[in-house]
């Protein structure tokens, strides 16, 4: 029962998804073959040419045999960008590999899946209607956000489309009702105004071995992750949302008035690229403005154009649609995922309110857990470490004997293999009372326990632990779980969020920015336990905050590109807490870094006037691309157009006009450009504050900015210079100051020194 040494497990969300990593057991499986941009808007002709032409590569390497080819096939992809999935030996994709046309061939990989007082905390105080006070988000209802997740719920109070107005003449999307053997009356209205699924990867890897696990062939939720991301970005105002009595109050959506489209590319055991892939070239298609994805890979990830969130996003991004992801639940220094420049990547943290149940130590001691367990124990219970349950008893008879009736402490850290439930499922089969969750990685997540049950961290564990000593028979009682704010000081980064540098790219910071993602409560499926709402912990919840912010952006500026969007949403985010210190980070308390929160944690308000934005277009992720080393063919293939990499020698990925600036090689001295664009005031003036990076001198050229009309572009050069070699990596930040006010926005500085011996 304690826990055992393996791979760490990184889910998105952290409660109740044990999802368990497949091996492919056959030789032959299923691999993406990537050709690069695809053919949106163009003819049904084109559309048959280029099936034709896959069909053909297909025969090619099954030796002629067109029925071969046939059986082989999974999907095409066409429309935002084109390819496609097939079941293939290791040698049949190598052959396919080096053809013609094709940019990579990778292989099906899994992924993981990785309120509403989030938003009463962030200060985003709107009516029931989502309208923020003197702005105008009214046209909300025009922007539509795509949910590539477990698909929905549409009978939850949270997606009534009472008083919505018709679904809005762009979208081309589509709602599939489902198979026969589901329940078949999935249904869209005019808040879900899209559904569709994707099955044919998910099959083809596990058909046989878990038919059981498909459920609802349609693209209604039967696990509840989709609903609740759904929900926390764009859910209705419902009066009396909670969980077994905990976090009462109404809740809803950042954009309650935006429209959804539902992606059903996971399931149960988790989603598919082959899958995924597919719901973003129809995502891009069908007319979405924004697309969320709450999932990704374990880390490190492969490169952008052998990974399936990369190349879907990046064709997204073209398409001027924003891609909001989660960094990753890893925590460890260099494991945060989704590390594309076109994609904004959200950390997780926490607001001030807690689910807290203390455990009564027999000497008087109250010691504050958190949990989502509300069963009253009516006296103290004799209490035990579950390694002395297990220990020097021979058979599980024993072991049994020796927990039942009993409280037991068990750990769980970053390599245990068991998810936090089903440690708590074990603890009931052993017929234990009670169990207190030693939780390092988890700390502040409120978990759902078997048996009553809290969670405590590392040095309040240590504390119990030591009780147990002083006494030969030690007891506990533990109180049931309630709610209360304002006992930390918020926000604080989550133990669990992973953490930069980009392992992929250094040049560029990930995570972007930071949300709420500890103990969420929004929308469940009911299929999943029977429950309407539920409180989930991981950067899966922060992303879709995110995306519900970026929904309201676009609402009140429809014209924004991603980048702009994703500007204002990363410039206007705070490092401060409540009592104006930089931002703690769980588990240690220490002061977070750009590291752990990106630009910081999001502010809603200020991000819907940002005054400025650094924008970037298409063009200027080519260039990056360029930069880290894409070859001209390949190149073309993902672009579709003639461009080369003409600048290839003298620019770098620090090019790239991003709101945040990474040096993680600097030798002596180095600077990089970066592009303003005035979208506040007519006119105004902006004055530069640096502070900088621990032994690194900085000056920015000019200091000075004037601005003389609404869209007119600045540029800036910021220059960095060696003065005591730090070692490791050091953070300092460039604000911008608004007519010699407060800072407008400000940008992070993360720099690195290269010692002479790495040289
Ligand atoms: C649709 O299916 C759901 C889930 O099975 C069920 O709860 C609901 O009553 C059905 N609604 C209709 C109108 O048949
Ligand atoms: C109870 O035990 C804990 C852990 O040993 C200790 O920290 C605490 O001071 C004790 N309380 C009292 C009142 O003795
Ligand atoms: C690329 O260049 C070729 C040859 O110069 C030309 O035929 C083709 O039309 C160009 N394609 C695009 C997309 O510009
Ligand atoms: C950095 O700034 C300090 C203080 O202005 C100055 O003394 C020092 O020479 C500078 N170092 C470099 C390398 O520019």
């Not at 590999?97 to 709107?126: I, Y």
């Not at 959506?253 to 597919?278: E, H, N, Q, T």
């Not at 604000?735 to 010692?755: F, Y």
Request: glycine residues 10%.
């Amino acid at each position: 029962m304690a826990s055992s040494p393996g791979r760490a497990v990184s889910f998105l969300a952290l409660s109740l998804m044990l999802l368990e990593a497949l091996r492919c057991c056959s030789c032959s499986q299923v691999y993406v073959v990537y050709m690069g941009k695809g053919l949106l808007g163009n003819s049904d002709r084109q559309y048959d040419i280029l099936t034709a032409l896959h069909h053909k590569m297909l025969t090619a390497v099954h030796d002629g045999s067109s029925e071969k080819a046939q059986a082989s096939h999974v999907y095409t992809y066409s429309s935002g960008f084109q390819g496609f999935a097939a079941k293939l030996s290791k040698e049949q994709a190598t052959k396919l590999a080096e053809m013609p046309g094709v940019v990579s061939v990778f292989p099906n990989t899994k992924r993981r899946l990785c309120t509403t007082h989030s938003w009463d905390f962030m200060g985003l105080s709107t009516d029931a209607e989502g309208e923020v006070p003197g702005l105008s988000t009214k046209n909300q209802e025009n922007v539509i956000v795509g949910f590539i997740d477990t698909g929905i719920w549409p009978e939850s109070p949270s997606f009534s489309d009472h008083g919505m107005s018709p679904v809005p003449k762009k979208w081309r999307g589509q709602c599939q009702i489902g198979e026969e053997n589901s329940p078949s009356n999935f249904t869209c209205n005019r808040k879900i105004i899209g559904g569709r699924y994707y099955l044919n990867g998910y099959q083809t890897e596990e058909g046989g071995s878990s038919k059981n696990a498909i459920k609802f062939i349609s693209p209604r939720d039967s696990s509840g992750h989709g609903s609740h991301t759904a929900s926390i970005t764009a859910g209705r105002f419902v009066r009396n949302m909670n969980y077994g009595g905990l976090g009462t109050g109404g809740g809803r959506g950042g954009a309650p008035m935006a429209r959804i489209a539902a992606y059903k590319a996971c399931w149960d055991s988790g989603c598919y690229d082959v899958d995924i892939l597919a719901a973003f070239n129809d995502a891009i298609r069908d007319g979405v403005d924004i697309i969320s994805v709450s999932l990704g890979p374990d880390y490190p990830q492969g490169d952008y154009f052998s990974d399936a969130i990369s190349i879907g996003s990046f064709h997204a991004t073209s398409n001027g649609i924003l891609v909001v992801s989660s960094a990753g639940n890893a925590g460890r220094q260099g494991s945060a995922i989704n590390l594309a420049p076109w994609m904004l990547t959200v950390a997780a943290g926490a607001t001030d309110r807690s689910f807290a149940s203390y455990v009564r130590l027999a000497n008087g001691t109250f010691i504050m857990g958190e949990s989502l367990s509300t069963y009253h124990m009516k006296t103290s219970i004799r209490t035990i470490p579950a390694s002395e349950a297990n220990a020097g008893y021979f058979t599980p008879y024993q072991s049994r004997t020796k927990a039942r009736g009993n409280i037991l402490i068990c750990r769980h850290n970053e390599g245990s293999s068991q998810s936090r439930v089903s440690m708590s499922m074990n603890v009931k089969e052993a017929g234990a009372a009670g169990m207190i969750l030693i939780d390092e990685m988890g700390d502040h997540v409120a978990n759902h326990f078997a048996v009553p049950g809290t969670a405590v961290g590392q040095a309040m564990g240590d504390k119990i632990l030591s009780y147990l000593k002083t006494t030969r028979h030690a007891r506990t009682m533990i109180l049931p779980a309630k709610t209360i704010f304002g006992v930390r000081d918020a926000p604080l980064v989550a133990a669990f969020s992973s953490r930069g540098p980009s392992s992929l790219t250094p040049e560029i910071l990930k995570p972007d920015v930071a949300a709420p993602g500890l103990n969420i409560l929004a929308a469940w499926s009911p299929a999943k336990n029977n429950m309407h709402f539920n409180i989930l912990s991981g950067t899966s919840m922060a992303c879709p905050h995110v995306t519900g912010i970026a929904a309201l952006v676009k609402s009140v500026y429809p014209s924004w590109s991603p980048s702009a969007i994703k500007s204002a949403i990363m410039t206007t985010a705070t490092v401060l807490n409540s009592k104006g210190k930089t931002i703690p980070r769980d588990p240690d308390g220490r002061a977070a870094t750009p590291f752990d929160f990106g630009s910081g944690f999001m502010d809603p308000i200020k991000a819907l006037n940002p005054g400025i934005i650094f924008d970037a277009q298409p063009e200027d992720y080519k260039s990056f691309l360029c930069a880290i080393s894409h070859d001209d063919h390949s190149l073309h293939l993902i672009t579709g157009d003639n461009c080369t990499c003409t600048h290839k020698a003298s620019s770098s990925a620090t090019a790239l006009n991003y709101p945040s600036i990474t040096i993680p090689y600097l030798k002596k001295s180095y600077s990089v450009t970066r592009t303003m664009t005035n979208v506040g005031n007519a006119r105004s003036t902006y004055i530069a504050v640096v502070s900088a990076p621990r032994g690194i001198n900085v000056t920015v050229t000019p200091e000075v900015l004037n601005f003389e009309n609404y869209g007119v572009k600045r540029k800036f050069t910021v220059s960095f210079h060696v003065d005591v070699p730090p070692r490791g990596y050091v953070f300092g930040s460039l604000s911008w100051h608004e007519n010699g006010r407060d800072a407008r926005l400000t940008m992070p500085l993360v720099v690195k020194v290269l010692t002479s011996d790495k040289a």
